[in-house]
């Protein structure tokens, strides 16, 4: 693969600007400086209990994710662009989904193969009809960026269920001010720290219209073996809003109660971290025990918002992903300002075949897959692998899209061997209330600590880094 | 507050609680099994140990005798033991990280720099009388760091007050199981038929609630046994004292009360243990049974458990 750009040194040695001061600052600080504090950031991690949890992994119940101490850096111009970008693709998302739960536009335009959405999995039909406040479906949207040049901004994928990682653009802001306070006195970096308020404040204008002038949110956790249990804790004190769980919720004549020592209290609003599935087993799955009998009824009464709403994932599905260009011009008349990466829909017999002569230079994704699991990265991948999943996807086509592999813009990182390039991926956090669309200028920079790896889930080996955004 | 937060704020204070009392009676236990026989006589401490911390029958599920070695692993370490000094810590641990928005970042700290030391440090147990020694030291500094940092950072409101009602609640508890193993030692003269082997085992049972100079400046005697007696069930001085936790588990839930607008069955139970407790003298207590009288208290404490999870905690 060729050299990747690079966010601080571009192409070749060229630096850039916004990287000025931090090289400046590198060449000044002993390398021994640079580790002994990303021992205390570790230290720092594990006494706040800032972990994450790895299913299956009974070894390490509990791990940190590695944290990178060299920050990555954007300049005011660049922000400005992915800004407006992201507002575009999320307004256009929500549009997309009061449409497919309503009067179907699209489909009748034939943009979108009307099958994709009705034997998607994730497309509720019981979400036919239903309005939501404001017509806000995506209320917290992810949208993991990437980049291989420095002029384009491309979508990997959208995050529109309950997308995760906030805390740690949080936390990593936090940890590096105590950690750098000299770096940070010589740049000027945009605060992340009003994302709480922003949060409250979308969730609270979109209470329902029987909520009270003061309506009450609650965080809705599927509990403390949750993998990102330690957000939603987090998230909750932030906010200062109830950490609850399905058992702490009850439904009475279609409203929510939370179980009080005052007795119960009605909810209006809930910010929950619990899927689709597990909401309430008397809709969806029956063996739920996470979620609250009754909840869905409060819902179609309209007495209760659900952030994000239920039926989202039918927009952030990947193989809906292929078509979010032709959305965005469907239902703003734009061009899209965030590109997507080039995708083979192996469900077209024309796609589907280029995809089984290229294996090995694509990655090839399960539809429904996520967090890097089940994919193939031909380049890669042995050829016994190669084969195997050549069989899966003759067996299924329609579970699969392919994509070529993107050399992603990479960052000077923290290695055994000093300073590295490794490759990163950016979530930016989009918020939409009643009003407006906010996103807190940052996000959470995702890393891929092996040399060449391409992977930055956490739950693979992937680190994250502060993301500075420098003002003007 | 959520139910479920007050129950977990409740029950973590307890199981510090609890930890700390289980480290002072091993504390406690290996000075008197140290001295010389003559001077403590047949009783065999380990079991006495195992009865105050109120695992007796289950012990002997897994161990054939009370032995140190035995009895300092179970209540220590032991898995199989539910109330272990271990799995008390790591319970507490798991209720901090379920209520972590109620608590404040001291509290959690402590609770969790103690779990990473526990795992960390004390993952095999000690391997000699020393490192026994430094844990026990280690629990009794993390229930003091716990209790002080709720003390000095919570703000209060019934999030500290919930909590507080565990720290009394499995205080008294603790206090009356030693009572009740040790009573027949804490007999007044008339009635006593120990030698001067006694002395040591009730210096034990004030160590055991940190009480041995605390009785000096109450008193200003050698140990009488009924003064002893007399400090840990009637003196509202006392921290430990069944008179000191109710007063303060009245005053507890009576804020409760307070900033809920309504009073209910806990307030009225706790407050007749409490008016129980104020009128009573020892002569009487003595003279209708310490025994009787203390059984019916660690009755009435637990059913004020009971009464307090069933009005505000489910």
New interface residues.
Partial sequence: MAVAFDEMNGLGEDLRPAYQELSRWLKETPPDALEYRRQEAELLF????ITFAVYGDSEAQERLIPFDVIPRIMSATEWTLLEKGLKQRVLALNMFLKDIYHGRDILRANIIPEDLIFQNPVFRPEMNGQDVPHDIYVHIAGIDIIRTDPDNFIVLEDNARTPSGVSYMLENREIMMRLFPDLFARHRVAPVERYPDELLSALRSVAPHSASAEPTVALMTP??YNSA?YEH??L??KLGI????G??LIVKNDEVF?????GLKRVDVIYRRVDDDFLDPLTFRPDSALGVPGLMSAYAAGNITLANAVGTGIADDKAIYSYMPDIVKFYLSEEPILKNVQTWRCREAQDLSYVLDNLADLVVKEVHGSGGYGMLIGPAATKATIEAFRDKLKREPEGFIAQPTLALSTCPTCTDKGLAPRHVDLRPFVLTGSNHTTIVPGGLTRVALKEGSLVVNSSQGGGTKDTWILSE | ??????ENLFWLARYVERAEYLARTIDATLRVTALPAAYVGKTNEWDSALLTAGVGPAFYDHYEEANERNVVEYLSFSAENPSSIKNCIEAAR?NS??V??ALT?EM??TI??SW?ELQAVWNKGPANREELAKFLRFVQETSLRFDGSAYRTMLRN?AYW?SRLGVHLERADNTARILDVKYHMLLPEEEHVGGPLDYYQWTSILRSVSATTAYHWVYRETLKPWLIADLLILNDTLPRSLASCYSNLVRNLDQ?GVA?GRQGAAQRHARGIRNRLEHSHMDDIFQHGVHEFIQEFIADNSRLGEIITKQ???
Avoid: P
């Avoid at chain 1, 594990?46 to 209990?49: A, D, E």
């Avoid at chain 2, 507050?1 to 007050?6: D, G, I, K, V």
């Fill in positions: 594990r006494r706040i209990g509990g403390v249990y804790s987090f909750a004190d109830e950490l609850v769980e058992r702490d939370m179980r009080t020592t005052e | 507050m959520l139910s479920r937060t007050a798991l990280r379920s972590r928005t970042s959690w700290d969790n720099s990473i019934d919930f409760i809920y505000y905690l489910i």
